[in-house]
């Protein structure tokens, strides 16, 4: 059974957790003249004007074709709405923001009891989980390939689906700032080893990829 004092800490969590996917977020950009600071809009927000902008005006949010990551990107924001709608039907009174931003407003302001704790807790972690992913598709981590054959397997080239299910050919060894894994016998090699791993295969490292 969730405490007293306990539900105060989960409510404040729920209002991180809100504000983390639908509040404005801060950023600070050097350049040669100096750092600047200053907001963007929230990950929710972010997404719905990607995927008008690839619409266009007018559009609706069931397109007939979208690239992967669009589809990707439409499959978040329906999860996000249909969810946030079951959890608090009512949306209010219509202040100019979307349904979803009002609804978790009012979840974040609502006085909660202590038998509220447990599912409190899992819409917490729902909502993590959305703000982690919805900034991938935002900002992909950066992604190289290494087209040569697999150390460990001997393959060069897998076929893997894509978002929308279409197979789509690339190379097997795929690098990331976490590391190389092959795609095909998943074999990993951690970025201390980029260097040898590229010698073992008598090929450069890709531009950009640090040890």
Known sequence: MVGV???VQISRDLEDAVHEIIGHRYEAHTFSEGTRHGYRDSVYLEIRAELAARLGDGGTLRPRSLPPAWVEG???LTAVDTTVAAWCPDAGEDNGQPDTV?????LAATPWAAADGEGLRIWIGELQRWTVSGRALLEPARRWELVAAC???GVRIVHRPDASGEPVRQAALQITAAGCICQSC????APTHYRLLAAALGCELPAGVLE
């Open 5 to 7: 004092e306990q539900v």
């Open 74 to 76: 439409l499959d978040w």
């Open 102 to 106: 009002r609804r978790l407003n009012q």
């Open 151 to 153: 150390p460990a397997c």
């Open 186 to 189: 998943h074999t990993e090699w």
